[in-house]
C-alpha cells in the first residue's frame, strides 16, 4: 500500500499548487533584475526550506509563510501529515531515473533543538539534526560534504563559512538524473544558430528528433513536454513565438496561467530541436522573496519562531540562497539544487500538418513531476552554451555545413 498517495487528492496538490506560484513569480521577479543572465532554481528545494521555517514560527509569521506554502495559518499536527505526503509523492520513482529530496539540520555545538520541533522536522521533511565541531573550518567542510554526497559530487561547495551568530543551518537538496522516455540521436545533433538576442547570434548543438509530442502553438507562446523514461516527470518548454521577447512570456506566469498553458498540450506529430545546455547558477533568495510579500521572517524585530524556543524579536531568518547545476543532453537530465536556510535561520484528434518548433532563442523550461504537477525545477535560458564557452556573440551570419541533409537546412535558414 503506498501510504504517501492516500489522501494525496485533497491535500497534496494544494501544497504543489503554491509552490508553483512562489517559483514562478519568483522566476519572473529574478528575470526582471537580471535581463542578460541565465536563470535557474528549484522551487521545491525552497518551499521544503520554507516549510521547515512554517514548523518553527508562530503567529503573523507562521500565517505568512502558510499562505506562500498553501498550508493553514496555524501549523497544526495535520499540517505535518500534508507536508509528509507532499514530499513521499515526489520521491516515487519511475523507470531509469532517482530523484533524491534530504533535509539537514546543523547545530552550533553545544546546541540542541526543542525536540517536538526536531520529531515535526524528522516526520514531516525527514531532516535529521547534527550538531558541528567547535573548528569552523572542519563544520564548513562537514556540511560541504554532506551536500556533495547527496548530490553525486555534482554541488561540492554551498558554504564557505559561518556567522558566529548562527543558530540553526538548515540544508535542503533536490538532485534528479532521469533518461529521456526515446533518446536523441547524438548523430543526429548539428551545430546550428542560437539567436541570444535581436541581432546575436552564436553557433551551439541542436538535438533534433521527430515524433509524436504533447505541443500547443498559440499567437503568444509555443509549447512542448518531452517525458522522461517511465512517463512520470517531464521536461516542459516554452517558446516565445515569433519575434515574442522572452520576458513577455516570463511577465505573465503564475500557477493559474501556467496550469492553463499546460493544459493546452496535445500530441500531435512534428519535429523538434533542443539545445543541449549546461546551468550553473548560485541565487541568493532574501531580497526576491520579501519582494513577494514574504517579509516578516527576515525582520528580527517581527520574525516569531517560538516554537524553536525563541522568544519573538531574538531571531529571523538571515539567509537563504540556492546553488543549482542542471543539464540536459541527449541522453537526459541531471539536476541538483542545494538551499541553504540560515537562521540568525480523448477522441482522435484530426490530422494535422506535422509541426516545428525550433528551440534556437531564449526559452523558459521547467522539469514537472506530473502526477502531482509539481515543478521541481524552474529557469530560463538565454545562452545555453556551458559557462566557459560565454564569449560575446558573434556576427549574425550564419554558414551552414557542407553535407548538412536538406531537411536540416530548411530548418536552419
Known sequence: ?????????????????????????????????????????????????????YLAASGRTQQELGRALGLSAQARAGEDE??????????????????????????????????????????SLGAEASVLPEDEASAVAQVNAWAGRMTRGRIAHVLSH??????????????LHAKWQVAFDPQATREA???????????????????????????????????????????????????????????GLNAATWRSLVGRLHREPGTIALPR???????????PLADLGLTRL????????????????????GHISQVVRLEVDEQGTEASAVTLMVQVVAWPPPRRQPFEMRIDRPFVFAIEDEPSGTLLFLGAVRDPRPPDRRTPAGPTTFEVPPGTPPEITRLTL
Open 82 to 123: 500534508v507536508l509528509r505526503e507532499w514530499r513521499g509523492s515526489l520521491l516515487e520513482q519511475a523507470d531509469d531515473s532517482s530523484t533524491v529530496l534530504a533535509s539537514s539540520v546543523w547545530l552550533p555545538p553545544g546546541s540542541n533543538l526543542v525536540s517536538e520541533y526536531a520529531d515535526r522536522l524528522r516526520r
Open 162 to 175: 559561518i556567522d558566529p551568530t548562527a543558530r540553526m543551518l538548515l540544508l535542503t537538496v533536490v538532485d
Open 1 to 53: 500500500m503506498n501510504l504517501f498517495r492516500r489522501r494525496s487528492g485533497a491535500t497534496s496538490p494544494r501544497v504543489s499548487q503554491a509552490q508553483n506560484d512562489l517559483g514562478l513569480r519568483l522566476l519572473g521577479r529574478l528575470a526582471s533584475g537580471r535581463a542578460e543572465e541565465n536563470i535557474c532554481l528549484s522551487p521545491s528545494g525552497l518551499c521544503l526550506s520554507l516549510a521547515a521555517a
Open 277 to 287: 545546455f549546461v546551468l550553473e547558477e548560485m541565487t541568493d533568495l532574501v531580497g
Open 298 to 317: 527576515f525582520d528580527p524585530g517581527l520574525a516569531d519562531f517560538r516554537n524553536l524556543g525563541s522568544s519573538r524579536g531574538t531571531s529571523a531568518i
Open 193 to 251: 544558430p542560437f539567436h541570444l538576442g535581436p541581432g546575436r547570434l552564436v553557433s551551439h548543438p541542436l538535438m533534433m528528433r521527430s515524433g509524436e509530442f504533447p505541443h500547443f502553438r498559440t499567437g503568444e507562446v509555443e509549447g512542448i513536454a518531452l517525458p522522461y523514461s517511465g512517463g512520470r516527470r517531464r521536461l516542459i518548454v516554452l517558446l516565445p513565438s515569433g519575434d515574442g521577447a522572452l520576458e513577455e512570456v516570463l511577465a
